[in-house]
Structure formats: structure tokens, C-alpha cells
């Protein structure tokens, strides 16, 4: 009890607790999609302890990158677990990002006043991005060394600058041990910590402007006569114990994907990295992971390379300007009129079929298909401004339904 | 219009899931998969060191004990150099499986015909013009191919290899003898390709129920916390 207070008085661990999980007030009308924010926190710590008991048998050479993955993947005991976690880790990471992305677009938690929690949002998607971009290259297997020259001379493509950058990352004029211990510093030291920070940060913001809800209005707009949202309940225990069910829910089907299919079908680990790395010999087809795959088939899509990695880098990019093109009256998809609704089914269809495109081989009609995707994808954003004007918006409630 | 569009898409993509087979130019059959059995396990691994081992290695394998039992030991494992064989030198077999598939594997190894136009004197349906020579003759015998190879390309993936392919001179073993050599080398293989396959279908059930009793309780917790929350919600 003294020792409780000593330590209080010094560094205020209950205040903190009281504040932003006892008093933390979050709409009581959350619904499965909420779930998808502490998953991806769950994820990420997921990926930080089976990366750390990775690093202690990995070993970034050339010459041992591919033997000492297979090592451990032998005659460690449980590092088959330890490896198989890492890699569906990344690919359950993406499923919860985009699932978290899907429910702010579907109920508008880029709107004022969280427009800048959504920018950081963006910013650590994107550090997730190129933190398994690079983890992914750390095998050395065949898909390992052509994904990173695939990426590598995208870089080189930029005007003027794009060489010597290309060089200054790969640390090399080509793909060599001097590239892979450089992601292997990115992926392990530079990236991880970073997200942390961003992390830390994007749970700052959060907690400033509060959870939007499905139904897309303000809970602080009512308040009770002590000031607490009406329509708020404390985030413990409410959403702790829901974030427990739902992680879960989350380990159940992880685990199942672990034990009985840990490759999935070469989605999480695709057969041609079971190759050790041959810079002599090309692969019959190039393919992205699966989560990167709807970019890569954007940047197929346009004819000229640099054209092609500009349209690639603006379909992250163009999120950012989501809080400001988006100027419908409501929020929540649930007020938002018929137009609204096909504009975003159009673009969640363009997303998934960019992402089956990108795995394809690009024959003439699977370019014809990405290109008609790709304009779909981008249109999305570009009449997002008259759509969500020129629309039979309804008129949300005054209280949150439940 | 549109509608059109992603059905071509579905289609595309149907297409090229059905027609990715790959090289193959007959059905692959099915591989009887049967990896729990030890047995069967260390019946392949000695085959694979009899017959196998003369030119491939299985680098990953070093402290199985399937392995050793069966006598295949880093000692013994050929070493070669990239530029002997022409360039393409025997490939190490641990992760065979991976790279094809065990039906690949199980249908390649039994479809060898006689080719006299080749080096090796032999050909194969499953990886036309392989370098790799037939090592099975003398177990399998020999077979001919009843078709033209024109008319066999042409009807891509329409025929298994038993349809086109007839013994002509048999070997020391009956069909099904030699189906099971077979089989039971598949079975090592896939096996050797993913040693960690028993371990994990033995602890996925105990991993994955406990967390269904798991998620009995705290299901039922969050269900006692929540329904205080809707009663007074829906009380207003």
C-alpha cells in the first residue's frame, strides 16, 4: 500500500490507468469492426517476440541466410512455431490493417476531428509495409531476391536521383549481401521502432478526439450532468473484456491457419522461396505478396515504369487527402445515400480485384481488367467531392442506436 | 457493361487457377498421403538412400532420426559442383516438395517412356525433356509411349500417364508393388520437406481447445458486463 503510494507520488501509474482505460469513455454502440484496432496492436506484439527468438538463430549472410531459416525450422525445438507464427503474423498484420482501414472508410473516421489520427494511420501502414517488404526479403530465397530487385529498380526509375538512392540502399550496384544486411538492420532496428513511436502516438491522438461509431456522431456532443458522455461506457472493463473475446476469436483462427496450413496455399509462404536465391536464374513469374499485390498490379497497369511506380505510390498516398475530399453532411455509411454506397462497393471490389490481378500473370486481358481496376480504384477518391454533394443523405439520430 | 467486366474477371481468374497445372502434359494423379505412419516413413527414407541418394542429397536433414536409421548421413550425400551435369546439377531434396507437389512427384517418377532421341534414353509426360534419367528401370521396366507426342501436346493435361504409356518389358515389381515404392519415397519426401507436419497436427488440438474453453468464459464474462449496458440502454 506505501510502496503503491511511494511510487505514485513519483510516477502516476493509476492517474494514467484511471484516465485512459477506467475513465476513458468509448461509444457503447462499437460493433466487430472496432475489434480490428487492439488485433493489430496484438499482432504487432505477435511479430515483436516470435521476431526476437527469430533473431537469435537467423543468421544475414548470403551463404547462410536460407540454411540457418531451415535450421531453425528443424532441428530447433518449437522454431518450426516460432517461423510459421513470424510469417502468417505478417499476413493476419494485413487482413487486420485493411479490415481496420475498411471501417473508417465505411463510417467516416477520417472526418473532423480525426483527421490527423487517420494521416498517422496511413503513415503506419505504410511503415508496415516496408517493415515486411524488407522482412521478406531476409530469407534469400528466389521470390526474396526478385521481389527486392523488382522494388530496388523501381528506385533506380526515379529521374536523376533515382540511381544513386537505389545504390545508397542497396548499399551495392547490385542485390548482394551488402542489400540484405541493410533490411536486415531496417527490418529489425530502424522500422520496428519507429511503428512503436507511431504507434504510441496514433493511441495519443485517439484518445484526444475519442472512438468514432458506427452510427457516425459525437458521443461528447451529450454529456451528463458530471460531464461523461451519456452514450459512452468506460473503456475497461466494457472493452477490455470485448477486445479479449475478440482476441480470442483472432488466436483460434491464427492458430488453426499455424497448425494445419501454415503456408496457406503459398499465400503466406509461396513455394518459389523454398528456392535458396539464384541471381542467374529468373522465376517463370514474378509475384508479390499477396497484401502488396493490389499495388503491384497498379504499377503493371500503366504502360511506362516511372508513370507506373508514380501511380503506385499515389494509391497510398492519395488517402491522405480522404478527410478533405469526403464532404457529405454525415459520417457514417449508415446516413449516407445510395451513390455514396456504390462508390465505396466499386472501390472495395477494385481493391480485391487489383489484389487477385497482381498475383496473376500479366497476360493482355488481366492488364486490360487492371487497368479498368485501377481506374476504378482512383476514381473512387477523384468523385468522391460530387458524390458525397450530389447525394440523398439521411439524417443521423441524436443518440447512438444500439 | 460493367457486369460483363467482372465476369471476364471471374472468369480470368477461374481460368488460370484451372489451367496453372504447370509443364505436365497429363493429369497428375493423387498422391495416398500418409505421413503418421513410421513405418511407412522409413520404408521411403531406405529406398531414398538406396536408390536416391546415389545422386541427390537431403541437406536439411541431418538430425532425424528417420534419416539416420535409414542410413542417409551427411557422409554419404553426393556433393557437386555447379558447372558439373552441364550446369544443372542433381538438386538437393529436402524441400523437393515444396517446389513441386507431392502429386507432381508421385506421378513424374512413374512416368518415364522410352525416347531414343533423347541423351538419357528416356523421357518423361510429367517434365518433358528432363535430364533426369529413369532409376527405376529395373524395378519398373520400360514403357512406350501409344501416342504421337504431337497428338499427346495437343491434348495438354486431357490423359493420365497410364493411358498413354504401356509396359512393354516388366521390371522386378507388379504395378502396385511399384506404386507403393513409389508412394512410400513420396511419403519421405514430404515428410523431409516439412518435418514440423506431426509435431503440428499433434498439439493443434490442444492449442486450439483451449482456447475454445477459453472463449467459453470470457464469452460469458463480456456477455454479464454487456447486458447491464443494453438493459439500460433500451430502458430509456
Keep these: ?402 | 457493361m460493367a457486369f460483363n467486366h467482372w465476369m471476364i474477371l471471374l472468369f480470368s481468374v477461374w481460368a488460370n487457377i484451372t489451367w496453372a497445372h504447370g509443364e505436365s502434359l497429363v493429369e497428375l494423379d493423387h498422391a495416398p498421403l500418409n505421413i503418421e505412419n513410421r513405418d511407412q516413413l522409413l520404408r521411403g527414407a531406405k529406398h531414398f538412400q538406396q536408390v536416391c541418394l546415389t545422386c541427390h542429397s537431403m541437406h536439411y536433414l541431418r538430425y532425424d532420426d528417420i534419416t539416420q536409421e535409414a542410413g542417409i548421413i551427411k557422409e554419404r550425400m553426393p556433393v557437386w559442383d555447379d558447372l558439373s551435369w552441364g550446369g544443372r546439377p542433381p538438386p538437393d531434396l529436402s524441400l523437393i516438395v515444396k517446389r513441386r507437389t507431392a502429386d507432381w512427384l508421385y506421378t513424374f517418377l512413374r512416368a518415364y517412356y522410352i525416347d531414343d532421341t533423347r541423351p538419357t534414353g528416356v523421357n518423361n509426360l510429367v517434365w518433358p525433356n528432363t535430364s533426369m534419367p529413369n532409376p527405376f528401370i529395373s524395378r519398373q521396366g520400360t514403357q512406350q509411349l501409344l501416342i504421337s507426342e504431337a497428338h499427346l501436346h495437343d491434348s495438354k493435361g486431357k490423359y493420365r500417364w497410364s493411358q498413354v504409356l504401356k509396359l512393354d518389358r516388366p521390371g522386378q515389381m507388379s504395378g502396385e508393388e511399384f506404386d507403393q515404392y513409389i508412394d512410400d519415397i513420396v511419403n519421405y519426401l514430404v515428410y523431409a520437406a516439412d518435418p514440423s507436419y506431426l509435431k503440428r497436427e499433434a498439439y493443434g488440438p490442444w492449442v486450439i481447445g483451449y482456447l475454445l474453453i477459453l472463449l467459453f468464459f470470457v464469452a460469458r464474462l463480456s456477455m454479464s458486463y454487456w447486458d447491464d449496458v443494453k438493459r439500460k440502454h433500451h430502458m430509456k
Design chain 1, 1 to 402: 500500500m506505501s510502496l503503491n503510494k511511494w511510487i505514485n507520488d513519483r510516477l502516476p501509474i493509476d492517474d494514467f490507468v484511471d484516465q485512459h482505460l477506467r475513465h476513458y469513455y468509448a461509444p457503447k454502440n462499437l460493433n466487430f469492426l472496432y475489434f480490428f484496432g487492439s488485433l493489430a496492436m496484438l499482432c504487432l506484439g505477435i511479430q515483436i517476440l516470435s521476431g526476437i527468438w527469430l533473431l537469435m538463430y537467423y543468421e544475414p549472410t548470403v551463404e547462410t541466410a536460407f540454411d540457418s531459416v531451415e535450421y531453425l525450422m528443424r532441428d530447433i525445438p518449437f522454431g518450426w512455431l516460432l517461423r510459421y507464427t513470424h510469417a502468417a503474423g505478417a499476413s493476419a498484420f494485413f487482413v487486420i490493417l485493411y479490415m481496420h482501414v475498411y471501417r473508417a472508410l465505411l463510417y467516416g473516421s477520417y472526418r473532423k476531428p480525426r483527421e490527423l489520427l487517420w494521416l498517422l494511420g496511413l503513415f503506419l501502414l505504410i511503415l508496415v509495409m516496408a517493415e515486411s517488404y524488407t522482412g521478406y526479403i531476409l530469407p534469400w530465397g528466389q521470390m526474396s531476391y526478385w521481389a527486392a530487385k523488382v522494388i530496388m529498380n523501381i528506385f533506380g526509375s526515379i529521374p536523376v536521383i533515382g540511381p544513386p538512392l537505389m545504390h545508397l540502399i542497396q548499399g551495392d550496384y547490385v542485390i548482394s549481401e551488402a542489400t540484405l544486411q541493410r533490411f536486415f538492420a531496417f527490418h529489425v532496428v530502424v522500422f520496428p521502432m519507429v511503428l512503436l513511436g507511431v504507434v504510441f502516438i496514433h493511441l495519443c491522438a485517439l484518445h484526444t478526439v475519442g472512438s468514432n461509431n458506427p452510427d457516425g456522431i459525437e458521443i461528447k456532443d451529450n454529456l451528463d450532468k458530471d460531464g461523461i458522455p451519456v452514450d459512452g461506457v468506460p473503456f475497461h472493463p466494457y472493452f477490455t473484456i470485448k477486445d479479449i473475446v475478440a482476441a480470442v476469436v483472432f488466436l483460434i483462427i491464427f492458430f488453426a491457419v499455424i497448425f494445419y496450413d501454415p503456408t496457406f496455399h503459398g499465400l503466406i509462404l509461396e513455394k518459389e522461396n523454398f528456392i535458396p536465391a539464384d541471381p542467374l536464374v529468373t522465376p517463370p513469374e514474378i509475384k508479390p505478396t499477396w497484401y502488396l499485390a493490389p499495388y503491384y498490379a497498379i504499377l503493371r497497369a500503366v504502360p511506362d515504369q516511372l508513370l507506373g511506380a508514380l501511380a503506385m505510390l499515389a494509391s497510398l498516398f492519395i488517402f491522405a487527402f480522404m478527410p478533405w475530399l469526403d464532404r457529405a453532411p454525415v459520417k457514417s455509411m449508415r446516413y449516407k445515400g445510395t451513390r455514396s454506397r456504390v462508390s465505396l462497393f466499386l472501390f472495395v471490389v477494385s481493391f480485391l480485384s487489383l489484389m487477385v490481378l497482381g498475383l496473376l500473370p500479366a497476360t493482355p486481358t488481366n492488364t486490360i481488367l487492371a487497368r479498368i481496376a485501377t481506374i476504378v480504384f482512383f476514381g473512387f477518391f477523384l468523385t468522391l467531392p460530387y458524390i458525397t454533394v450530389y447525394d440523398n443523405h439521411k439524417t443521423p439520430p441524436d443518440r447512438v442506436r444500439m
